[in-house]
């Protein structure tokens, strides 16, 4: 919203959670090391592919790659898009990417390479002066979507399936009305999670009240669910995830008070329908995942003041210490412990978990 070199050292650290209670207790091994990105700009994207490929994208029209865990980046920065901020990477292998950058009118732009960031190619510039675009999500290869900030009352949604060749705005007589004001925070890249075949939901801020729109069609038709996150500013939902079409979580607080630690955690067990407050991580939090753990699935918060992991579906959480402060978003790579971890001054970070 009105938003190449060898890694170095690692911080190891054995952290243990309570588990649901039909689990054992047991520990979650994580690791954060620092790895040096070559750029000193603001990264507020991550797409891991698998253990070794990730992509990362951030302001200064800043795009970089790995392919050997993130020993080394190559910059694959599109050229003469300098002025660009790209605020989300989806990655859907190791050669297909597809980027967003932020703004108001034609500075919200959607860019996809199909040759691993070598060529890109503009898929999708807003011409609506209003518009001005947060994130996106893919289902797929060919389908996706991505949402911009509201206007007169109105939600700002589109779509594609044909791998974004074409990109067309979902019709405002199947939205909700917005708030005044409402809209996303363009911090991660994760606002919007989809699940399955055509899941989607998608976390608010900046009004009054903190929402979540949510479509079990690929945006065909939608609901709204108010949630007990507080709204407000820059205060609000800033990231969403879900385990199975029921259970999900949402994190975030005010960006302005990064160490606040209150009401920024809630949950739902009813598909979105309903959300209820649990215990809040260490302070503001942008980005919220799943991840493998010892005992089946494990939650990571990752926030500028730090991150929290939690064993037991958010019900209790451990601090874990960071390299450094200022990690803004994270994306785990599918099937795996290692995910990675961008933000300011060109942090990046390398999670591993067992």
């Given at each position: 919203m009105t938003k190449l070199m060898c890694a170095g050292l690692g911080i190891g650290l054995a952290v243990a959670a309570g588990l649901a209670q039909t689990r054992p207790s047991a520990a979650v091994e994580a690791t954060w090391t620092p790895q040096q990105s070559g750029v000193t700009v603001t990264f507020r994207g991550v797409s891991a592919v698998n253990a070794n490929v990730a992509w990362a994208s951030g302001s200064r029209g800043t795009v970089l790659r790995t392919e050997d865990a993130g020993a080394t980046w190559a910059n694959v920065s599109p050229p003469e898009l300098?002025?660009?901020?790209?605020?989300?990477?989806?990655?859907?292998?190791?050669?297909?990417?597809?980027?967003?950058?932020?703004?108001?009118?034609?500075?919200?732009?959607?860019?996809?390479?199909?040759?691993?960031?070598?060529?890109?190619v503009t898929q999708f510039t807003s011409h609506d002066a209003d518009a001005f675009f947060d994130a996106m999500s893919f289902w797929d290869a060919d389908h996706g979507i991505a949402f911009s900030d509201s206007a007169d009352g109105q939600f700002h949604i589109i779509t594609t399936d044909n791998g974004g060749a074409t990109w067309t705005r979902v019709l405002v007589s199947t939205l909700p009305p917005a708030l005044d004001g409402e809209g996303a925070f363009a911090a991660s890249g994760t606002n919007i999670a989809v699940w399955g075949e055509g899941h989607v939901w998608i976390g608010?801020?900046?009004?009054?009240?903190?929402r979540v729109l949510r479509s079990a069609d690929r945006g065909k038709t939608w609901t709204v669910a108010e949630t007990p996150i507080p709204g407000g500013g820059?205060?609000?939902?800033?990231?969403?995830?879900?385990r199975d079409p029921l259970h999900g979580i949402i994190v975030g607080g005010d960006y302005a008070q990064e160490d606040?630690?209150?009401d920024n955690v809630a949950v739902t067990d009813d598909g979105g329908m309903t959300w209820r407050l649990a215990p809040g991580v260490g302070g503001f939090r942008s980005v919220v995942t799943y991840l493998p753990g010892p005992a089946g699935l494990t939650l990571l918060a990752v926030g500028p003041s730090g991150s929290d992991l939690s064993s037991d579906d958010g019900r209790n959480w451990t601090s874990l210490a960071t390299p450094a402060r200022g990690l803004h978003t994270y994306s785990h790579a599918p099937g795996t412990s290692v995910g990675w971890a961008t933000g300011g001054r060109g942090q990046i970070a390398r999670f591993a978990g067992r």
């Open positions: 300098g002025a660009l901020d790209f605020r989300d990477v989806d990655a859907i292998d190791a050669n297909t990417a597809y980027i967003l950058s932020i703004g108001p009118g034609e500075a919200s732009r959607i860019l996809k390479t199909t040759d691993a960031g070598a060529t890109w608010t801020g900046a009004a009054a009240r903190a820059s205060a609000g939902i800033y990231s969403v995830a879900f606040l630690a209150a």
